[in-house]
């Protein structure tokens, strides 16, 4: 008998040994909240910024042409040559021009003696008609052919001044101060000048490198927050740290159409609508060249001093918006609605319903979650 409560009591404490090592390696109840990231309700600045790329171009750019047509005989710059206004950049051939005048001017040394010897002529009849030795005609032709070499010698007097002119355009001087830029002539080659009736060839151009332009196409959405006169500072992806300051010049009043706009009909999807706009700066830095492209920044509007929240932090529901805060670990989650103001990239501006220090959820807690997922309406 002894020995059977003996065996008994043995089993029981087996029993309740068993029974809290059992209770001992139960893993406890995990908290449904505890991978849920939060953050604090935080006074500051919050900056809505337009951002858009462009290409830089020079303000003042040149196409130099000649007047006249002719064969090139020097190249006086290269590409990337800095010029000054009316530096010799071109000389084409001068031969054949000089040729014509040289042969122009022999040609007006024997008019100037007839013209000499018909005055002589004409002063003399002249005398003798005072005297009633010669006639009214007599009188008459002589001065008919004065009048004849004098027009003869002022014809080719002209003829002379536009083979001069001619001859002066045949060098090719820079219009302005400036960087040589697309170079395409080298001696030998003819040149076709520009006429009334011929765009003629462009051998290369002048650009004014000291104040550039970013041209650039914006969005509808974005050109509302845009207007001239408005700062706003470029960066340059080939220049890292390299910042300066611009300002908008021109805003199209018209807009270009999308590029994809009949895919994008078949595909029952907007339209994309652009509007050119073109910022000026000036240039300091040398390696700001035309070509690059530019990250445009704007500051659109701001507001300083305010109550601000991540934006992950704030939901939204046709009701409004809201947001889930508490006063510390060990208080409740609640669902307080606030009101919005301007958006930054991350934050978000709380004119209502927030005091900086709350603590907010960047996530719906879990008894605001329903079966299957949904967050709980109010």
């Known amino acids: 008998m002894i020995r059977l409560l003996q065996t ?8 309740a040994a068993g029974f809290f090592v059992l209770r001992a390696l139960r893993p406890a109840e995990e908290d449904p909240d505890q ?4 953050a604090v309700a935080d006074g500051g600045d919050i900056v809505r910024e337009v951002r858009f790329i462009g290409s830089v171009i020079p303000v003042l750019i040149t196409e130099v042409k000649s007047e006249v047509s002719g064969r090139v005989v020097e190249v006086h710059v290269d590409n990337g040559d800095e010029v000054e206004e009316g530096q010799v950049l071109i000389r084409l051939d001068p031969r054949e021009i000089s040729g014509e005048i040289e042969e122009l001017q022999r040609e007006m040394n024997s008019v100037r003696l007839r013209v000499e010897r018909a005055r002589r002529d004409y002063e003399r009849i002249s005398g003798l ?14 001065a008919t052919e004065l009048a004849l070499m004098e027009n003869d010698l002022e014809v080719r007097q002209a003829r002379l001044d536009t083979l001069n002119d001619r001859l002066s355009r ?15 002539i080298s001696p030998g080659r003819v040149l076709v000048g520009a006429s009334g009736v011929a765009e003629g060839d462009v051998p290369l151009e002048i650009a004014d490198l000291r104040r550039m332009r970013v041209e650039a196409r914006v969005s509808e959405l974005d050109l509302a927050y845009l207007r001239t006169g408005q700062n706003a500072a470029l960066t340059f992806g080939s220049i890292p740290g390299l910042e300066v300051p611009a300002e908008v010049v021109h805003i199209s009043p018209s807009a270009e159409g999308g590029g994809a706009s009949a895919s994008r009909r078949q595909q029952n999807q907007p339209e994309t609508v652009l509007f050119p706009v073109s910022l000026s700066f000036e240039v300091e830095d040398e390696r700001v060249r035309p070509g690059i492209s530019a990250m445009v920044t704007i500051e659109a509007e701001r507001s300083d001093g305010v109550v601000t929240a991540p934006i992950s932090a704030v ?8 947001v889930f805060r508490r006063d510390g670990a060990d208080s409740p989650w609640e669902k307080r609605r606030v009101e919005v103001g301007l958006a930054g990239l991350r934050r978000v501006e709380i004119r209502e319903g927030l005091d900086e220090g709350d603590e907010l959820a960047l996530g719906v807690p879990s008894e605001f979650i329903e079966p299957g997922g949904a967050a709980s309406e109010d």
Request: proline residues 2%; glycine residues 6%.
């Open 8 to 15: 008994l009591i043995l089993i029981a404490a087996v029993g």
């Open 35 to 38: 991978n849920l990231t939060t």
């Open 129 to 142: 008609h005072e005297r009633e030795f010669a006639t009214d005609q007599q009188k008459l032709d002589a």
């Open 170 to 184: 045949l060098t090719i001087v820079a219009p302005h101060d400036g960087i040589v830029l697309n170079l395409d």
């Open 315 to 322: 939901f939204y529901e046709r009701a409004g918006s809201y």
